[in-house]
């Protein structure tokens, strides 16, 4: 009689895995075997065929036999994860001389928080401040997630009252202090929608200060900061309206 020594069979079920609430994964073992036998946790399951779609977590085990008497096993775990809602809120604060600010506060439990506002930034967390410069409607988006379990929102934000967004301001380029009456200040206009929130500083060619002011009514009278008429021709104004600078440059003709 000879007896010839078969190798030991081998099944695999792959690596552990992980998967959504709501959802299912396949667990598929090493085909080509003629008999298997399912555990969960070591109790037995009714499926006798090379994989199974479970919906549960768990420690799963496959028996499968060969056509020669012998067997294997392998054991993976699998792991059920939550899945997030994703819900935020958010309030609008008016910041005196500054962008509008606007707090954003996540209300599920997650892993991770990506926010996008809707003006070509973002971030992550579940708390942000975001200030807006611009006056208007942001479609704000916030992704949360626990491993590959996600879910995502998209809501409007309105943002109305940002300092850069009020006006019209208009600054003139040319201006006459001859007294006349007529065009004798270079004054912008619109300052006023601007209270406490701005900086006017003229400047010679020199980069000497001329005048400076943050008054609502500021106007150069096209003197020198010692009384002397400024003589014609052309200077530099640096207007600052937090956070944005207009910079610019007009001319003096008496």
């Known amino acids: 009689i000879t007896l010839a020594e078969q190798p030991l069979p081998v099944v695999s079920l792959g690596n552990d895995t992980v998967f959504c609430a709501g959802g299912s994964v396949i667990i598929a073992a090493t085909t080509g075997f003629s008999s298997y036998s399912w555990h969960v946790d070591g109790a037995l399951l009714p499926d006798t065929t090379s994989s199974i779609t479970v919906n549960g977590s768990g420690m799963y085990t496959v028996l499968a036999g060969d056509g020669a008497g012998c067997a294997a096993a392998d054991t993976v775990e699998v792991l059920l994860l939550s899945t997030p809602v994703a819900a935020f809120s958010h309030e609008v604060h008016s910041v005196p001389c500054g962008p509008e600010e606007v707090l954003f506060q996540a209300l599920s439990g997650a892993s991770n928080f990506s926010w996008d506002f809707g003006d070509s930034t973002s971030a992550t967390g579940p708390e942000q401040t975001h200030n807006y410069i611009v006056s208007g409607t942001y479609a704000v988006s916030l ?62 060619r020199w980069g000497i200060e001329m005048f400076r002011s943050s008054a609502t009514n500021a106007a150069w009278d096209g003197k020198a900061p010692d009384g002397e008429l400024a003589p014609d021709g052309v200077y530099y104004y640096l207007l600052t309206i937090d956070p944005i600078e207009h910079a610019g440059s007009l001319q003096l003709l008496r």
Do not use: Q
């Open 143 to 204: 992704t949360v997630s626990n491993g590959p379990c996600s879910d995502s929102i998209v809501l409007p934000v309105l943002v109305d009252g940002g300092n850069a967004s009020v006006g019209p301001l208009v600054i003139p380029n040319v201006f006459s202090p001859n007294g006349d009456g007529v065009n004798d200040r270079f004054a912008p206009s619109g300052l006023a929608d601007f209270p406490e929130c701005f900086d006017l500083v003229v400047y010679d």
